[in-house]
T-cell receptor, first 111, second 113 residues
Framework: QKEVEQNSGPLSVPEGAIASLNCTYSDRGSQSFFWYRQYSGKSPELIMSIYSNGDKEDGRFTAQLNKASQYVSLLIRDSQPSDSATYLCAVGSQAGTALIFGKGTTLSVSS | KAGVTQTPRYLIKTRGQQVTLSCSPISGHRSVSWYQQTPGQGLQFLFEYFSETQRNKGNFPGRFSGRQFSNSRSEMNVSTLELGDSALYLC????????????FGPGTRLLVL
């Protein structure tokens, strides 16, 4: 059974701080990795995708991938109250199989 | 480019009834995946369609079914509704495979009474 694990939180950080969200996955053959943000009552929206080991930066967001450790993380710099949401990690394995989602980490940014 | 659309947005049904939900993917996207989301369970994969064929299926009973049309639009059907089927049903589209970036529609919120 392929699994994606996330700490459910809530993760609470003050405004302006760095929020660090973590995700581990069980399938060593996984090839694609995604972070989605979901506001309460809304559908998930893509923040970032990452396919290679290392860091990928997009504005205030940085995704980090370590395939050897089967670990992917999302850093949010200068956290804002508007970043308060649930963050979903999704992992894709071999072609023809479904994307597997973690249950999400709830982030709360206080002003 | 228009995003993924889903209709209806809200539904109220009673136990035993059946329901059909519709999803129109982003233009040019041929893979459509369906998910059920409930509090505490996260996103649970229902099935994926590509070129009018079901390519993948999650661990749901046969009451849950779907189909895809030649224009890539997809429908899912739930027969003999149960109280536990109350959930947010999300459709996501991607270019060709479920391994690529998936873009989600706004969802259909189903309440079964």
């Amino acid at each position: 059974q392929k699994e994606v694990e996330q700490n459910s939180g809530p993760l609470s950080v003050p405004e302006g701080a760095i929020a660090s969200l973590n995700c581990t996955y069980s399938d060593r053959g996984s090839q694609s990795f995604f972070w989605y943000r979901q506001y309460s009552g809304k559908s998930p929206e893509l923040i970032m995708s990452i396919y290679s080991n290392g860091d990928k930066e997009d504005g205030r967001f940085t995704a980090q991938l370590n395939k050897a450790s089967q670990y992917v993380s999302l850093l949010i710099r200068d956290s804002q109250p508007s970043d308060s949401a649930t963050y979903l990690c999704a992992v894709g394995s071999q072609a023809g199989t479904a994307l597997i989602f973690g249950k999400g980490t709830t982030l709360s940014v206080s002003s | 480019k228009a995003g993924v659309t889903q209709t209806p947005r809200y539904l109220i049904k009673t136990r035993g009834q059946q329901v059909t939900l519709s999803c129109s993917p982003i233009s040019g996207h041929r893979s459509v995946s369906w998910y059920q989301q409930t509090p505490g369970q996260g996103l649970q994969f229902l099935f994926e369609y590509f070129s009018e064929t079901q390519r993948n299926k999650g661990n749901f009973p046969g009451r849950f079914s779907g189909r895809q049309f030649s224009n890539s639009r997809s429908e899912m059907n739930v027969s003999t509704l149960e109280l536990g089927d109350s959930a947010l049903y999300l459709c996501a589209s991607s270019l060709a495979t479920a391994q690529e970036t998936q873009y989600f529609g706004p969802g259909t919120r189903l309440l079964v009474l």
